[in-house]
């Protein structure tokens, strides 16, 4: 039977490798960052939480296993659909979204409960969409108004959008979007206007963005570790004291001493 879902499946073997390992690792690191509720709320929580894990990393594999079978054409048909679906959601996000220290990443779901960072949903819409645009206008590359302005419009508005809540996840997502610009050939000129737009967006998000102080407190702690408050730094110690104590291979799986400390391990 085993053999027989392999000759079934499509793509490179070795991408499905790192994800089956991804998806236990995840399940180790669940299980392993949920001994604080366990301490909290009892054994109980801790069994519901991970069991609730695995049963979404089983519908995430099978989800996997379904859209690979797909034609990639169908992806990008609904590209256009999924960034008009993400600009608001990520303007919905930032108002009315799940907080979680000062930070609205989070959307609950109605009926089932679940919360998901539509963060997510805004690199795979991007992503795809790029990747369409991209390949539609190959013939009218040097376009600037059928291909260069639709093409960094999207690029500089979902980055502004997710940087005003996650900045890291908004650089990784702008420089994997430059990486496809190249890719795509998008000239050197025009890819420098969009490092350009974004670096004036990333100064308006770090400068007037409503996570500003969080942004400049980061810096200073960053560089001047020694003159800040120890509360400041109090996150980064905890994880110098768990590598200093772990060592090269850590304590495993469910024994972490420094997790003890954290406010939030399990978010």
């Known amino acids: 039977m085993f053999q027989a879902l392999l000759n079934k499946t499509k793509g490179d073997r070795w991408i499905w490798l790192i994800i089956i390992l991804l998806s236990l690792i995840s399940v180790m690191a669940v299980y392993s960052a949920t001994g604080t509720l366990a301490y909290k709320k009892g054994e ?38 999924l960034m008009i679906v993400t600009v608001p959601l990520l303007v919905y996000t930032l108002i009315f ?7 609205s990443r989070w959307v609950k779901i109605p009926v089932i409960g679940l919360t998901f960072q ?9 992503i795809t969409f790029l ?4 390949t539609k206008k190959q013939e009218n590359i040097k376009n600037v108004k059928e291909s260069f302005l639709p093409i960094m419009g999207s690029v500089c508005v979902v ?31 025009q890819i420098a206007i969009v490092c ?15 996570r500003r102080k969080t942004y400049m407190s980061r810096i200073n702690t960053f560089l001047h ?36 400390f954290l406010p939030h391990p399990y978010s």
Do not use: C, W
């Open 196 to 210: 350009a737009g974004g670096f004036i967006l990333l100064m308006f998000v770090f400068f007037l963005g409503p």
């Open 131 to 134: 990747a369409r645009m991209l």
């Open 97 to 103: 979204g799940t907080n979680l220290n000062d930070a």
């Open 44 to 81: 109980a929580v801790e069994k519901l939480l991970l069991t609730k894990h695995l049963i979404f990393v089983l519908m995430g594999i099978g989800m996997i296993y379904i859209a690979h079978l797909l034609d990639y054409r169908y992806y990008a048909g609904i590209s256009k659909i």
């Open 225 to 260: 570790p020694e003159m800040q408050h120890s509360d400041k730094t109090f996150q980064a110690d905890q994880a110098k004291i768990a590598l200093a104590t772990g060592g090269v291979f850590g304590k495993g799986p469910g024994n972490s001493t420094q997790r003890n």
């Open 159 to 189: 980055f502004v959008l997710i940087a005003l809540a996650n900045l890291s996840t908004a650089l990784m997502l702008f420089g994997v979007s430059i990486l496809l610009l190249i890719i795509g050939r998008i000239s050197i000129k």
């Open 118 to 126: 539509t963060s997510d949903l805004a690199k795979l819409a991007l």
